[in-house]
């Protein structure tokens, strides 16, 4: 079993930026690939970023290439991601998985999650 836990979610302006964080426990971090999805209200959830399990290879959405980045520090047991040039349509509630072995980008492939943050930009 792997706990996840998000962290730095809030309300910013059009323009600004943040750091979100997932913490995990239990099993062995460095064997699950990362990944941050994001639902907003009345839509669908939808995949954000996700990072492999050595951090050498990262994927992205289109929609947030060259704004968000995903990182990961296998010593802490955690993964960042650091979102900058953040638009009223990031607006959501973003979601840390795991998976065990290469990273998707499909939701349903991630055995675990964390409880979500919110994060809200205003223009």
């Known amino acids: 079993q792997v706990q996840l836990v998000e962290s730095g979610g809030g309300s910013v302006q059009a323009g600004g930026s943040l750091r979100l964080s997932c913490a995990t426990s239990?099993?062995?971090?460095?064997?699950?690939?990362m990944a941050w999805f994001r639902q907003a209200p009345g839509k669908e959830r939808e995949f954000v970023a996700a990072?492999?399990?050595?951090?050498?290879?990262?994927l992205l959405a289109d929609s947030v290439k060259g704004r968000f980045t995903i990182s990961r520090d296998n010593a802490k047991n955690t993964v960042y991601r650091q979102v900058n040039s953040l638009k009223p349509e990031d607006t959501a509630v973003y979601y840390c998985?795991?998976?065990?072995?290469?990273?998707?980008?499909?939701?349903?492939?991630?055995?675990?999650w964390g409880q979500g943050t919110q994060v809200t930009v205003s223009s």
């Open positions: 998985a795991a998976r065990l072995g290469g990273y998707s980008s499909r939701s349903s492939t991630y055995y675990y």
């Open positions: 990072i492999y399990w050595n951090g050498g290879n990262t």
């Open positions: 239990g099993r062995t971090f460095s064997d699950y690939a």
